[in-house]
């Protein structure tokens, strides 16, 4: 499969199966989009030149790039096939060992974000803060459950974990205990909305906490109209500084400031520029998912602008590379030479597998997102996984289970997308949220076009 694009300046053409990228100019552009339209990815040097029929073109010039585009293809570069799918059998059947668990140390928060999926914290239940019991058991299981595996990862998430902050202490020293005597090791992150962030807790942080995720939207009247204190006034002002204060203290490494763009700020890159400017050099803004008739979704009629904005973003980054002023933008990293293995390209983040989400009371489900749907309620810390349904659905749960992704040419690098936005939006695990798609594409484009961006500046320094 091959995807071509072009992209501020830059002719990209992707060799989807192998992942190899090539620049070219514009007439080996249009011979290799001639060979696709034509069909003779594996045709001999002859059978290329005589089914090309391209008007006005010089012969030996033609036949050069051909050869090129041979050796390319016979170096397994370029119209390769794919590898994966006769594997997929092998790939369901896995053994799975539990890697990661999404603790939920507080059902309740201090903010009132408008667009919150979680419903201020409390998952369609009951407010609730996780106790120590219930979440020593849960470190219990993941290491009862991790096989060989040793490196283990836990995200202390809500509501706002601030709130339940003396627990999830308790919790990463009991977990410290655990990492000698049975050989793990563990990598303890944090997601928080800073309200309740203080000198004390970011010093823990830092020798804790591998990640922490800063919620911020980017301009103060976006913020502020998103993200208010539970009376209604803003919460920008009082965020900011904390989070300045935990970049720079972190080297400016090992967080990010996770922001969501919704209707209401369709022009994002403004945002994330905001937050660069503000001297953030990890920056995550993600569009909001909601139903339709919320104010605040991204609807169909949106994508033309958002697309364009995430190109505009793209040429932002490539001017501030060349200024010395570079920052990662998170929907843009992405590794073209080794990247994540072959079963995580199939099937994303393991949720339902090898990633789970726990709730205050002990409840296992398979990611944040479906908590409190009891239809996916898996176990709970003292029985272990009772509800083996709901993981080998989720097992058999890849891009080739689900249709929208067999011809995408992104599927190796968004896994099939989210399986809750997948269920929320069609009932699902199998299907995809279009919208979603429509933008991962473009992002994945602007990646890309950013590598191609920074080897070529190197090649001409």
């Not at 100019?25 to 059978?47: H, M, P, S, T």
């Not at 293809?73 to 994966?84: N, P, Q, S």
């Not at 697309?307 to 933008?329: I, S, T, V, W």
């Not at 080794?338 to 597998?353: D, E, H």
């Amino acid at each position: 499969m091959i995807h071509q694009y072009k992209n501020n300046g830059y002719n990209i053409v992707l060799d989807v199966n192998s992942g190899s990228v090539h620049v070219v100019d514009d007439k080996v552009y249009d011979v290799i989009a001639c060979i696709v339209e034509n069909k003779l990815e594996n045709a001999d040097r002859n059978g290329i030149l005589t089914g090309l029929h391209m008007e006005n073109a010089d012969g030996a010039e033609l036949t050069e790039m051909v050869d090129e585009i041979i050796e390319l293809r016979d170096g397994g570069m370029l119209f390769t096939d794919d590898i994966y799918e006769n594997s997929i059998a092998a790939f369901q059947n896995r053994e799975t060992v539990v890697k990661a668990l999404c603790l939920h140390i507080a059902h309740d928060c201090n903010l009132k974000c408008r667009y919150c999926f979680a419903e201020e914290g409390e998952y369609h239940g009951r407010r609730a803060l996780m106790s120590f019991e219930v979440g020593k058991k849960a470190l219990d299981f993941l290491v009862a459950n991790s096989g060989n595996r040793v490196h283990l990862e836990v995200d202390f998430f809500g509501g706002e974990p601030l709130m339940n902050w003396q627990v999830v202490k308790d919790l990463v020293a009991y977990g410290r205990s655990l990492e000698e005597p049975y050989h793990k090791k563990f990598r303890f992150t944090l997601t928080t909305n800073g309200v309740l962030l203080n000198d004390d807790i970011l010093a823990f942080a830092n020798k804790e906490m591998a990640n922490i995720v800063l919620s911020i939207d980017g301009r103060k009247e976006v913020h502020d109209r998103m993200r208010p204190m539970a009376g209604g006034q803003g919460s920008y002002d009082l965020v900011l500084p904390k989070f300045q204060k935990v970049a720079e203290s972190r080297n400016q490494t090992n967080y990010y400031v996770r922001g969501t763009f919704t209707h209401f700020n369709k022009d994002f890159a403004a945002d994330v520029c905001h937050l660069a400017d503000l001297g953030f050099k990890q920056i995550s803004v993600e569009p909001v998912v909601a139903p339709a008739d919320a104010t605040y979704a991204l609807v169909e009629e949106d994508l033309p602008e958002l697309l364009a904005e995430y190109d505009k973003l793209a040429a932002e980054m490539m001017k501030r590379q060349k200024e010395g002023k570079a920052f990662n933008f998170f929907h843009f990293m992405i590794d073209l030479k080794g990247g994540p293995c072959v079963y995580k390209r199939l099937s994303g983040c393991g949720s339902g597998t090898e990633y789970l989400a726990v709730t205050p009371w002990g409840d296992f489900y398979p990611c944040h997102q479906f908590v409190g749907q009891e239809e996916f309620l898996m176990g709970n810390v003292d029985e272990g996984i009772t509800n083996t349904k709901v993981r080998e659905e989720f097992k058999t749960c890849n891009v080739y289970s689900k249709e929208k992704c067999r011809n995408c040419f992104a599927k190796f690098y968004c896994s099939g997308g989210c399986a809750a936005n997948s269920y929320h939006f069609h009932g699902s695990i199998h299907d995809a949220y279009d919208l979603g798609c429509e933008l991962q594409r473009k992002r994945v484009e602007c990646a890309i076009m950013l590598k191609a961006a920074a080897a070529d500046e190197k090649e001409t320094d």
